[in-house]
């Protein structure tokens, strides 16, 4: 019992690391970076789909994004899309391809960004502290009905803010990690 609710804890906090990791691939750095276009969603023959699904998504140089769509009748969805998704980048349509120049960053701008990533890392802690509440909440009542002795208990909560502080800690990493390269020109 206990460590199923070990293991449970441990595997909620690894969501909320993916999580903070999946939210902090929408933060630009100044680079282009192909994962910036996940959340650009086009319109295929009446499906919404990712971008990556109905072009080839490249990155010819560090500021540069290049399009090309595997079907030509689809460019000016693309295109539609990419104005609609709000990611700061104006596509620029040539007949064949699209392309985009990822703006350069000012400094306060990165300043910005590097709150919003703090922000990001924040909300994660916070959520890893609520599966700790959770996992801790579930062994006292284990206690209260007399499936776990005080001795287990006790131990159970001093594993569980361990792994809590290992997890706080990997926020701190990826967040540090993070505001580094937003930072960096």
Known sequence: MIEDIKKLAHDKMEKAILALQNELKKIRTGRAQ????????????????PVNQVAAISTPDARTFMISPWEASILKEIEHAIVKSDIGMAPMNDGKVIRMKVPELTEDRRKDLAKQAKKHGEESKVGVRMIRRDSNEEIKK?????????????KSETDIQKLTDDYVKKVDQIISEKEKSIMTI
């Open 34 to 49: 192909i994962d910036m276009l996940d959340n650009v969603r086009v319109n295929y023959y009446g499906q919404i789909v």
């Open 142 to 154: 284990l206690l209260k009905d007399k499936a776990i002795s005080e001795d287990d208990s006790k």
